[in-house]
């Protein structure tokens, strides 16, 4: 009988068949990356043409406050169509809530990172000073707390939002924070634990004082928040 045949190893395919084989697979790896390239290209795109979007929202909502502000308006400095807009946000009220998020969610890492850390609460006070001197009272970002300020009143949805998703949780770093202080002796009551809001009445102030007034009277916004918070943290007896 005949022996089977047997299929031909790749090893015993022509020269010319194997040289095809590998210009194929290289062919096919370098258009992947190619395709891979293009679409890091168009994600880069729409990222700063989303950013773009945002800074120009903040801009026309600073200057004409959420109800007359106009997403036209917004788009010409943008930059881009109006349809653009809606291709990223709904609507003009979640343009404004991811402008909240835009801006001050970095900033709410960076504070709540140093509330976690077990260093003294002096130095975690004088830290989160210098990050609210440098990344919100020395930016465009006091902004969007002058935005709540004024407009939250009038449209209690953005009030609302801006609560959930930067005040409570900013509140709930903090109140854990001194709870920790109070049962270590760093400060002389749980008042603070039980009404964290007093800690924010210095950057409130600063911000407000900083839209109205300061063009007649500059406010050390860095010494008069220490100020503050040294006569909070100031320990029971110690004379003021």
Do not use: C
Request: net charge positive.
């Amino acid at each position: 009988m005949d022996s089977p045949k047997r299929k031909p190893s790749a090893a015993a395919k022509p020269a010319s068949d194997r040289t095809g084989a590998r210009r194929t697979s290289k062919s096919r790896s370098e258009a992947g990356a190619l395709a891979a390239l293009r679409r890091s290209a168009r994600l880069s795109k729409a990222a700063a043409r989303r950013g773009a979007i945002l800074e120009a929202a903040l801009e026309e909502f600073s200057v004409r406050g959420f109800a007359a502000a106009r997403l036209d308006d917004v788009a010409r400095r943008a930059g881009v169509a109006k349809g653009t807009i809606y291709l990223h946000f709904k609507d003009k009220e979640a343009l404004f809530q991811e402008l909240i998020l835009f801006q001050l969610n970095p900033v709410m890492g960076t504070l709540e990172a140093a509330l976690a850390s077990e260093l003294p609460l002096k130095a975690i006070v004088d830290q989160a000073i210098e990050i609210f001197v440098r990344e919100i009272y020395g930016t465009h970002r006091k902004q969007v707390i002058r935005l709540i300020i004024s407009e939250g009143p009038r449209f209690p949805t953005l009030a609302e939002f801006y609560y959930r998703e930067v005040l409570s949780r900013m509140l709930k770093a903090i109140r854990a924070r001194l709870a920790r202080a109070f049962e270590r002796g760093e400060i002389p009551d749980d008042t603070l634990v039980r009404f964290p809001q007093l800690l924010g009445g210095a950057s409130v102030i600063s911000v407000i004082w900083s839209g109205l007034f300061d063009r007649f009277e500059p406010l050390d916004v860095r010494a008069m928040m220490r100020a503050h918070f040294d006569r909070l943290l100031m320990p029971a007896g110690r004379p003021a």
